[in-house]
Protein backbone atom coordinates (compact mmCIF):
# COMPACT_ATOMS: atom_id res chain seq x y z
CA UNK A 1 0.00 0.00 0.00
CA UNK A 2 0.83 3.38 -0.64
CA UNK A 3 2.22 5.12 2.76
CA UNK A 4 2.85 9.00 3.66
CA UNK A 5 6.41 8.95 4.93
CA UNK A 6 7.35 11.09 8.17
CA UNK A 7 10.60 11.29 9.55
CA UNK A 8 11.54 11.28 12.46
CA UNK A 9 8.98 9.61 13.96
CA UNK A 10 9.90 11.01 17.58
CA UNK A 11 12.11 13.90 18.32
CA UNK A 12 13.17 15.49 21.59
CA UNK A 13 14.86 18.49 21.44
CA UNK A 14 15.79 21.55 23.97
CA UNK A 15 14.28 24.98 23.74
CA UNK A 16 15.93 27.30 21.24
CA UNK A 17 17.14 24.29 19.00
CA UNK A 18 15.65 24.00 15.18
CA UNK A 19 13.69 21.33 14.59
CA UNK A 20 12.86 20.17 10.81
CA UNK A 21 10.19 17.56 10.04
CA UNK A 22 10.00 15.71 6.66
CA UNK A 23 6.85 14.16 4.79
CA UNK A 24 7.11 12.49 1.72
CA UNK A 25 3.88 12.57 -0.05
CA UNK A 26 2.67 9.68 -2.06
CA UNK A 27 3.95 9.87 -5.35
CA UNK A 28 1.32 11.48 -7.61
CA UNK A 29 -0.84 13.47 -5.02
CA UNK A 30 -0.87 17.17 -6.00
CA UNK A 31 -1.61 18.52 -2.31
CA UNK A 32 -0.20 18.37 1.47
CA UNK A 33 -1.57 19.21 4.52
CA UNK A 34 0.38 19.90 7.51
CA UNK A 35 -1.54 19.29 10.96
CA UNK A 36 -0.80 19.76 14.61
CA UNK A 37 -2.39 17.78 17.36
CA UNK A 38 -2.21 18.52 21.02
CA UNK A 39 -4.65 16.93 23.89
CA UNK A 40 -5.66 20.58 24.35
CA UNK A 41 -6.33 21.90 20.93
CA UNK A 42 -7.33 18.72 18.93
CA UNK A 43 -6.34 18.76 15.65
CA UNK A 44 -4.92 22.11 13.90
CA UNK A 45 -4.11 22.89 10.41
CA UNK A 46 -0.90 24.59 10.06
CA UNK A 47 0.12 24.36 5.98
CA UNK A 48 -1.41 23.25 3.12
CA UNK A 49 0.32 23.74 -0.69
CA UNK A 50 -0.95 22.36 -3.91
CA UNK A 51 1.12 21.37 -6.69
CA UNK A 52 3.91 22.61 -4.26
CA UNK A 53 2.92 26.49 -4.10
CA UNK A 54 1.81 27.28 -0.74
CA UNK A 55 -1.91 27.98 -0.47
CA UNK A 56 -2.96 28.80 3.13
CA UNK A 57 -0.22 28.97 5.86
CA UNK A 58 -2.54 31.05 7.87
CA UNK A 59 -2.60 28.31 10.92
CA UNK A 60 1.30 28.92 11.55
CA UNK A 61 3.23 31.05 13.77
CA UNK A 62 5.21 32.98 11.24
CA UNK A 63 7.56 33.96 13.48
CA UNK A 64 9.03 30.48 14.20
CA UNK A 65 7.33 28.26 11.88
CA UNK A 66 8.32 27.87 8.27
CA UNK A 67 6.55 25.41 5.26
CA UNK A 68 8.28 24.65 2.35
CA UNK A 69 8.31 22.10 -0.82
CA UNK A 70 11.32 21.99 -2.44
CA UNK A 71 10.05 19.36 -4.80
CA UNK A 72 7.06 16.84 -5.53
CA UNK A 73 8.51 14.07 -2.74
CA UNK A 74 9.13 16.37 -0.23
CA UNK A 75 7.10 18.63 2.26
CA UNK A 76 9.36 20.49 5.63
CA UNK A 77 8.43 22.08 8.41
CA UNK A 78 10.73 23.58 10.28
CA UNK A 79 10.46 25.24 13.99
CA UNK A 80 13.02 27.65 14.81
CA UNK A 81 13.46 28.48 17.80
CA UNK A 82 11.54 25.82 19.35
CA UNK A 83 9.44 26.13 22.44
CA UNK A 84 8.13 23.61 25.17
CA UNK A 85 4.49 24.94 23.96
CA UNK A 86 5.30 23.47 20.30
CA UNK A 87 5.58 20.05 22.10
CA UNK A 88 2.74 18.00 19.81
CA UNK A 89 2.11 15.52 17.19
CA UNK A 90 2.71 16.81 13.57
CA UNK A 91 0.55 15.03 11.19
CA UNK A 92 1.54 15.22 7.20
CA UNK A 93 -1.50 14.23 4.74
CA UNK A 94 -1.19 13.84 0.71
CA UNK A 95 -4.14 13.50 -2.04
CA UNK A 96 -5.56 14.30 -5.18
CA UNK A 97 -8.09 17.28 -5.24
CA UNK A 98 -9.89 19.80 -2.60
CA UNK A 99 -11.02 18.32 0.76
CA UNK A 100 -9.40 16.03 2.83
CA UNK A 101 -11.81 12.59 2.27
CA UNK A 102 -9.26 9.86 0.24
CA UNK A 103 -6.11 11.69 1.97
CA UNK A 104 -3.71 9.87 3.75
CA UNK A 105 -2.49 10.69 6.83
CA UNK A 106 1.74 10.01 7.96
CA UNK A 107 2.49 8.00 11.70
CA UNK A 108 3.25 11.89 12.53
CA UNK A 109 6.15 13.25 14.54
CA UNK A 110 5.95 13.53 18.10
CA UNK A 111 8.20 16.55 18.86
CA UNK A 112 9.12 17.08 23.07
CA UNK A 113 10.97 20.68 23.54
CA UNK A 114 12.49 20.14 27.12
CA UNK B 1 -17.73 30.60 15.24
CA UNK B 2 -18.04 27.50 13.24
CA UNK B 3 -17.52 24.40 15.96
CA UNK B 4 -17.26 20.80 16.00
CA UNK B 5 -18.23 18.71 19.61
CA UNK B 6 -18.30 15.04 19.99
CA UNK B 7 -19.92 13.98 23.37
CA UNK B 8 -19.06 11.55 24.75
CA UNK B 9 -15.26 12.18 24.86
CA UNK B 10 -14.90 8.12 26.30
CA UNK B 11 -17.29 5.40 26.06
CA UNK B 12 -16.56 1.81 26.89
CA UNK B 13 -18.90 -0.91 25.96
CA UNK B 14 -19.09 -4.75 25.79
CA UNK B 15 -18.01 -7.10 22.66
CA UNK B 16 -20.77 -7.50 20.29
CA UNK B 17 -22.67 -4.36 21.21
CA UNK B 18 -24.77 -1.83 18.76
CA UNK B 19 -22.97 2.00 19.40
CA UNK B 20 -23.45 5.41 18.15
CA UNK B 21 -21.51 8.39 18.60
CA UNK B 22 -22.31 11.32 18.25
CA UNK B 23 -21.08 14.48 16.85
CA UNK B 24 -22.64 18.25 16.58
CA UNK B 25 -21.64 21.50 14.72
CA UNK B 26 -22.90 24.57 14.59
CA UNK B 27 -23.74 26.47 11.43
CA UNK B 28 -25.91 24.24 9.05
CA UNK B 29 -24.49 25.23 5.84
CA UNK B 30 -22.07 22.56 5.56
CA UNK B 31 -20.11 21.26 2.22
CA UNK B 32 -19.69 17.63 4.09
CA UNK B 33 -18.52 15.93 7.10
CA UNK B 34 -16.35 12.92 8.00
CA UNK B 35 -15.54 10.71 10.50
CA UNK B 36 -12.28 9.06 10.63
CA UNK B 37 -10.36 6.51 13.15
CA UNK B 38 -7.75 7.23 14.76
CA UNK B 39 -5.36 4.54 16.54
CA UNK B 40 -3.03 4.89 19.25
CA UNK B 41 0.29 6.68 17.84
CA UNK B 42 -0.65 6.39 14.17
CA UNK B 43 -2.27 8.90 11.51
CA UNK B 44 -5.92 9.26 10.87
CA UNK B 45 -7.61 6.66 8.92
CA UNK B 46 -10.90 8.38 6.48
CA UNK B 47 -13.90 5.99 7.53
CA UNK B 48 -16.86 7.27 5.67
CA UNK B 49 -17.34 10.84 3.65
CA UNK B 50 -21.34 12.32 3.81
CA UNK B 51 -22.19 15.36 1.43
CA UNK B 52 -24.31 18.09 2.57
CA UNK B 53 -26.77 16.31 0.09
CA UNK B 54 -26.84 12.55 1.80
CA UNK B 55 -28.79 11.42 4.42
CA UNK B 56 -26.10 8.80 5.22
CA UNK B 57 -23.47 6.55 4.52
CA UNK B 58 -22.13 3.20 5.07
CA UNK B 59 -19.28 0.83 5.39
CA UNK B 60 -19.56 -2.85 6.28
CA UNK B 61 -20.70 -2.74 10.39
CA UNK B 62 -20.55 1.09 9.75
CA UNK B 63 -22.75 3.75 9.22
CA UNK B 64 -22.99 7.42 9.29
CA UNK B 65 -26.13 9.94 8.98
CA UNK B 66 -26.15 13.84 8.78
CA UNK B 67 -28.88 15.71 9.99
CA UNK B 68 -27.88 19.64 8.73
CA UNK B 69 -31.36 21.17 10.23
CA UNK B 70 -30.44 19.67 13.95
CA UNK B 71 -26.85 19.81 13.34
CA UNK B 72 -26.29 16.99 13.86
CA UNK B 73 -24.03 13.44 12.67
CA UNK B 74 -23.62 9.74 14.51
CA UNK B 75 -21.38 7.44 13.88
CA UNK B 76 -23.32 3.88 13.89
CA UNK B 77 -21.07 0.77 14.76
CA UNK B 78 -23.09 -2.42 14.93
CA UNK B 79 -21.89 -5.81 16.28
CA UNK B 80 -18.72 -3.98 17.82
CA UNK B 81 -15.63 -5.93 18.35
CA UNK B 82 -12.33 -5.39 19.98
CA UNK B 83 -10.55 -4.38 16.68
CA UNK B 84 -13.02 -1.33 16.66
CA UNK B 85 -11.48 0.44 19.86
CA UNK B 86 -9.81 3.58 18.52
CA UNK B 87 -10.54 7.47 18.87
CA UNK B 88 -13.29 8.31 16.63
CA UNK B 89 -12.99 11.93 15.43
CA UNK B 90 -15.90 14.13 13.29
CA UNK B 91 -14.41 16.84 10.79
CA UNK B 92 -16.91 19.36 8.83
CA UNK B 93 -15.89 21.06 6.09
CA UNK B 94 -18.22 24.23 5.91
CA UNK B 95 -18.95 25.52 2.25
CA UNK B 96 -16.19 25.33 -0.37
CA UNK B 97 -13.56 26.11 1.85
CA UNK B 98 -10.66 23.69 2.28
CA UNK B 99 -10.04 23.41 5.43
CA UNK B 100 -11.68 20.78 7.65
CA UNK B 101 -12.84 21.84 11.75
CA UNK B 102 -11.97 18.75 13.91
CA UNK B 103 -13.78 17.38 16.75
CA UNK B 104 -12.08 16.46 20.12
CA UNK B 105 -12.77 12.89 18.98
CA UNK B 106 -14.72 10.27 21.25
CA UNK B 107 -12.14 7.41 22.46
CA UNK B 108 -13.42 3.85 22.20
CA UNK B 109 -13.09 0.55 23.92
CA UNK B 110 -14.58 -2.47 22.77
CA UNK B 111 -14.36 -5.13 25.91
CA UNK B 112 -13.47 -8.76 24.95
Known amino acids: DARVTQTPRHKVTEMGQEVTMRCQPI?????VFWYRQTMMQGLELLAY????????DSGMPKDRFSAEMPDATLATLKIQPSEPRDSAVYFC????????????FGSGTRLTVV | KQEVTQIPAALSVPEGENLVLNCSFT??????LQWFRQDPGKGLTSLLL???SQREQTSGRLNASLDKSSGRSTLYIAASQPGDSATYLC???????????WGAGTKLIIKP
Open chain 2, 27 to 32: DSAIYN
Open chain 1, 93 to 104: ASGLGTGSYGYT
Open chain 1, 49 to 56: FRNRAPLD
Open chain 2, 50 to 52: IQS
Open chain 1, 27 to 31: LGHNT
Open chain 2, 91 to 101: AVRWDSNYQLI
